[in-house]
């Protein structure tokens, strides 16, 4: 579950200062010579969010990743952090997000040894490893602390309420 989520939550770290971009930092990205037409169309489209397109894809070449290339942890082995397409490289900040997810989620299962305090102390984890990467986004940091409100709020629920 941990290498699922933290999967996810490499997608909210690309797409989520993009897709809350202001003009200035949409004009660099559409102005940069690195980056892929198909990456280009969606900022200046404003389609780029989390769930569109459905299917990650290169950000340099625009290549759509095939289902086994999207195997959490195992496709960026074999893969060896490059495009499989234009070889270019994919930082180990992918790598190691996906890694942390799975060992934080395995030890807040074993820790907690109920499946709904693990679950959200892996949520609040998640979302604070996104809070912590998107931090110099001014418009994702506002909109992240508004979901920590109420991810905050839910918690405190789930703790009275559910608690035996």
């Not at 989390?50 to 894809?57: A, G, I, M, N, V």
């Not at 490893?129 to 001014?138: G, K, N």
Request: proline share 2%; charged share 15%; glycine share 6%.
């Amino acid at each position: 579950m941990g290498l699922i989520t933290g999967s996810f939550v490499n997608v909210c770290i690309d797409r989520l200062p993009m897709q809350f971009a202001d003009k200035e930092l949409r004009s660099r990205l559409l102005k940069s010579s690195e980056l892929s037409s198909l990456l280009k169309n969606h900022v200046q489209d404003r389609t780029l969010t989390l769930f569109k397109p459905t299917r990650s894809f290169c950000f340099y070449c625009g290549h759509q990743l095939r289902w086994f290339e999207n195997v959490p942890l195992l496709s960026y082995i074999f893969i060896k952090g490059r495009c499989r397409t234009c070889n270019a490289a994919l930082g180990s900040r992918l790598f190691w997000t996906e890694t942390m997810h799975g060992l934080w989620y395995g030890i807040f299962g074993w820790l907690f040894q109920n499946w709904i305090w693990s679950l959200f102390a892996g949520i609040n984890f998640s979302f604070l490893w996104i809070l912590a990467y998107c931090r110099s986004h001014q418009q994702v940091r506002i909109k992240l602390y508004y979901a920590g409100g109420v991810l905050l709020a839910v918690n405190f629920m789930v703790y009275f309420f559910i608690r035996k």
